[in-house]
């Protein structure tokens, strides 16, 4: 267990998902507030929110990434460390613009900001990919929740202290600073245990990635089910802040138990699901930690029926958020086991935007069912809105084991014999794998 948590690769997960989190915010929320404290109108700064696009389609670009070696370092730590230069660069070229006199300028660069650290995400979400164990895939996504949210919050807290006190121009020096530290975490990281040849052409690239994983079997059903694991979540949080400003908590109150519960409850969860993920296996973890996402629910409505109670409310926001944790280390090492090697960007970016749909359209259908059927009955509705999830996962067990214990035997095989040369998949893929990195 020791080794687990100790180990250089954790290290490793931990700084660049640091990187990965940091440059998120600086193209958003710490961009509008430098706007609004410039003067800029309330239109134009939302406006700003469009800067974010890439973070939702970099699944169209990432095949590049499979198909395409880096002029530097090696197959996925070259695009990483290019990927983080140019936020760098970004970054100090944003320094030196003003909203108040180039506001066209400056979005644009956020925009570009964007598309770097997406494609930052998706190169370094590969990484973690290939390089983690069977046994490493919780607890590292455990490393990778805490290290995004650090970065996020270095970009939304510190930076705009740092505005405050020495100006905007040292807040996004000093966040280009930050970033050169995932400079040097993908100059030290190690490799993963997998060198699959890269795809010979673009259309294989992209065409590939989703020939195998659709000559899978239940193929629909596990895109469904990463799709609908964490709808019940996705619901329950889209209008938080809105529903205890409702129940008569004021907006310091609610920024303090929110923000506090928000980062410790979901680090705190997110570990104890990746040290669970240590003990038992993927697939029970998946459903013990489905189920506890759907009751952790019924807090918030409970909350709803008891009205004003700061016992309540902490209690609530502790249990959704340690349960939001927990379901997330199981997801994402779900995910990790679920990709080819040879793919590994293409696929972890198709199925965290997969994932990302029920997040980006569950908040404004949840306002229509809030103002139709009120809190306690919405929050109702998000405790059974969580089975569809559990009841695709009983559905396809059977299959998601087997890939599960085909993926786990080729990691094992990986640490066992230097000469492992291929992925196993319940349809066997046409794509072999050619031999090991060192």
Request: aromatic share 12%.
């Amino acid at each position: 267990m020791n080794t687990l948590w100790l180990n250089k690769r954790m290290g490793i997960v931990l700084l660049l998902s640091f990187a990965s989190g940091l440059p998120y915010t600086l193209s958003n929320s710490t961009l509008q507030a430098w706007y609004k404290d410039a003067g800029i109108g309330i239109v134009a700064i939302g406006m700003l929110s469009l800067a974010s696009g890439p973070y939702i389609y970099k699944f169209l670009w990432a095949p590049l990434f499979d198909r395409y070696l880096p002029p530097c370092l090696t197959r996925r730590r070259g695009w990483i460390v290019i990927s983080q230069l140019g936020v760098v660069a970004c970054l100090i070229c944003m320094a030196f613009l003003r909203p108040d006199q180039t506001p066209l300028l400056l979005a644009c660069f956020a925009l570009l900001l964007a598309f770097l650290s997406a494609s930052q995400d998706v190169v370094i979400d590969a990484h973690r990919t290939d390089l983690l164990t069977t046994k490493e895939r919780g607890l590292g996504a455990a490393f990778y929740s805490l290290g995004y949210r650090l970065g996020f919050w270095i970009a939304s807290g510190p930076a705009l202290i740092i505005a405050g006190f020495y100006g905007w121009q040292a807040a996004y020096l000093s966040m280009a600073a930050f970033m050169l530290i995932g400079v040097w975490s993908t100059y030290r990281a190690p490799e993963s245990e997998y060198t699959p040849t890269p795809p010979s052409t673009l259309k294989q690239a992209v065409v590939e990635p989703w020939r195998e994983l659709m000559s899978r079997h239940r193929a629909i059903g596990l895109l469904l089910l990463i799709l609908l694991y964490k709808l019940g979540d996705s619901f329950a949080f889209s209008l938080v802040n809105p529903f205890l400003l409702d129940l008569g908590f004021n907006v310091q109150e609610v920024g303090l138990f929110n923000s506090s519960f928000n980062l410790v409850a979901i680090i705190i969860g997110t570990f104890i699901g990746g040290w669970i993920l240590t003990r038992i296996r993927l697939f029970p973890a998946l459903l013990i930690f489905g189920l506890l996402q759907a009751l952790s629910n019924l807090a918030f409505m409970l909350l709803a029926v008891v009205g004003k109670n700061y016992a309540v409310m902490a209690g609530a926001l502790a249990f959704e958020y340690l349960c939001f944790g927990m379901g997330n280390s199981a997801i994402i090492a779900l995910m990790m086991t679920l990709c080819h090697p040879r793919f590994s960007a293409t696929q972890f970016a198709l199925f965290s935007a997969i994932a990302a749909l029920s997040r980006v359209y569950a908040g404004p259908i949840a306002g229509v069912m809030v103002s139709s059927i009120g809190w306690v009955w919405f929050y109702g509705f998000t405790f059974l809105i969580a089975f569809p999830g559990i009841l695709v996962l009983l559905a396809i067990q059977g299959s998601l084991r087997e890939q599960i214990a085909k993926r786990e035997a080729l990691d094992k095989d990986a640490e066992d014999d230097d000469n492992a040369e291929t992925l196993i998949t319940p349809h066997p893929s046409p794509l072999p794998l050619e031999g090991r990195g060192g």
